[in-house]
């Protein structure tokens, strides 16, 4: 199986307003996205290979829309 190493894109669609963004994966494995439209900040992790597992936090103040 290829490893891949360093940092590459990963584009996604925000949980929270549906806008198209765009995030990098970490050495760790996470990949962080934060929304430029509603300021939502995404981070997802590979648990297995049927298993995602994706954090959503809303900005400080708001609520998450979903």
Same mark, same amino acid.
């Given at each position: 199986?290829?490893?891949?190493?360093?940092?590459?894109p990963?584009?996604?669609? @925000?949980?929270? !307003?549906f806008?198209?963004? &765009?995030?990098?994966?970490?050495?760790?494995?996470? %990949?962080?996205?934060? @929304?430029?439209? !509603?300021?939502?900040?995404? &981070?997802?992790?590979k648990?297995?290979?049927?298993? %995602?597992?994706?954090?959503?936090?809303?900005?400080?103040g708001?609520?998450?829309l979903?």
């Amino acid at each position: 199986m290829q490893q891949f190493t360093g940092n590459k894109p990963v584009e996604s669609v @925000c949980l929270n !307003c549906f806008e198209k963004v &765009v995030g990098w994966t970490s050495d760790d494995g996470l %990949i962080r996205i934060k @929304c430029q439209r !509603c300021g939502t900040v995404m &981070v997802s992790k590979k648990i297995s290979r049927t298993h %995602i597992q994706v954090d959503v936090i809303a900005p400080k103040g708001q609520v998450a829309l979903y």
